[in-house]
């Protein structure tokens, strides 16, 4: 079950109450800083980049990948299931193929479900093995897609705060015959920048960042669990696929022998 990970707002918080306390420091009050046409500005010029560069539907993935970040998933979940594998490993000494063909249909996992799917045909290793290297290939392309989606936006941000200061001195220049108000109407033009530099800073890049590092230690798992799959295809022992995957997260070692076998196939 996956548990609430708060390291995210607490990081937030500390910058966000840095910055506000630094701007209390210097005496201007922070309400000041609250101004909804800056926000509405660098918010909706950000997401409506994001949105003509993905798609309404890639948005909608962005933002589920955003709110898993806030979870953390458990690894025994994978140990569960590599010890599954070795028990249909053995299974299917007894009984026979048909074991992996059950499986392959009841899992959720298209990776696995392929990878027994074959082997339930007698596929030699070296076709699982691509099969498998297929599905992580497209695996790791939108997981990696995902980061440099918020890695785009928090460019966008910036610039669409830099827009919103243009347009707040816009707004000043029309008010030239009124000198006492020009200070607080400048001031108040580049609030539109805070707001672009904070959210690219603050909450873009370092999720992007997160989001990066997240999808590759899944896939360093999902390559261990590949290489479950091509072990039990190729027959090796119960045994030896548990230890394909105890020996992440160095998978490079284990991935190395399953390559040879399926090569010698």
Not at 148 to 166: D, H, K, N, R
Not at 181 to 197: K, R, W
Not at 232 to 250: G, M, T, V, W
């Amino acid at each position: 079950m996956k548990r609430f990970e708060p390291t995210v707002f607490i990081g937030l918080l500390i910058g966000i109450g840095a910055i506000g306390a630094s701007i209390a420091l210097e005496g201007i009050k922070l309400s000041f800083l609250f101004q909804p046409t800056a926000a509405l500005v660098v918010l909706g010029g950000t997401i409506g980049a994001v949105t003509v560069r993905c798609g309404l539907g890639g948005l909608r993935s962005l933002l589920s990948e955003m709110f898993l970040l806030f979870r953390v998933e458990p690894v025994h979940d994978e140990e569960a299931l590599i010890a599954r594998l070795a028990w249909m490993s053995r299974a299917a000494q007894r009984e026979g193929v048909r074991v992996f063909e059950q499986f392959a249909d009841a899992s959720g996992d298209r990776m696995v479900s392929r990878a027994l799917s074959l082997t339930s045909e007698f596929a030699e290793p070296n076709l699982v093995r691509s099969a498998v290297d297929s599905i992580l290939e497209h695996e790791d392309r939108e997981g990696r897609r995902q980061a440099t989606l918020l890695e785009s936006a928090g460019g966008y941000a910036p610039t669409f705060g830099i827009l919103g200061a243009v347009l707040g001195m816009i707004h000043v220049l029309r008010s030239l015959d009124n000198p006492s108000a020009l200070g607080i109407g400048i001031a108040t033009a580049f609030v539109a920048t805070i707001y672009g530099i904070g959210l690219a800073n603050l909450l873009f890049f370092p999720l992007a960042s997160r989001l990066r590092e997240r999808h590759e230690s899944q896939m360093r798992r999902r390559g261990a669990l590949a290489d479950a799959l091509v072990a039990i295809s190729a027959h090796e022992s119960p045994a030896y696929i548990k230890r394909l995957f105890a020996e992440h997260p160095s998978l490079e070692a284990a991935k190395q022998p399953v390559r040879e076998l399926s090569n010698r196939k």
